[in-house]
């Protein structure tokens, strides 16, 4: 399976962008999927993730104000990011959980190309 994350841009405090992830390859409606971002000259860190049941956990820094959703008839996954701020300025991520930890990138697999995020002040 193949990822793509995209919708990233250039925002200003405060606002939203809404992320999206479409897969081709295969269908991973059952799949648990995971946001990470990476911010420069800082390793890659959980954002969220989301189950096949539609349970969803986040980070701290983001509880409250992103969302994860899916449309399994689109292969797709989103990340609704409200009220951003310029500390989620960072390359954000979609991947497929395998096993493991939820919150754990090495538990995750088929990255797909990261979609830049840039939050100005």
């Known amino acids: 399976v193949q990822l793509q994350a995209f919708g990233g841009g250039l925002v200003q405090a405060g606002g939203s962008l809404r992320l999206s992830c479409a897969a081709s390859?295969?269908?991973?409606?059952?799949?648990?999927m995971g946001w990470f971002r990476q911010a420069p000259g800082k390793e890659r860190e959980f954002v969220g993730s989301?189950?096949?049941?539609?349970?969803?956990y986040y980070a701290d820094s983001v509880k409250g104000r992103f969302t994860i959703s899916r449309d399994n008839a689109k292969n797709t996954v989103y990340l609704q990011m409200n009220s951003l701020n310029p500390e989620d300025t960072a390359v954000y991520y979609c991947?497929?959980?395998?096993?493991?930890?939820?919150?754990?990138?090495?538990?995750?697999?088929?990255w797909g190309q990261g979609t830049q995020v840039t939050v100005s002040s």
């Open positions: 989301l189950n096949w049941s539609g349970a969803t």
């Open positions: 390859g295969r269908t991973f409606s059952s799949a648990r």
């Open positions: 991947a497929v959980f395998t096993r493991g930890t939820f919150y754990s990138q090495s538990s995750y697999d088929n």
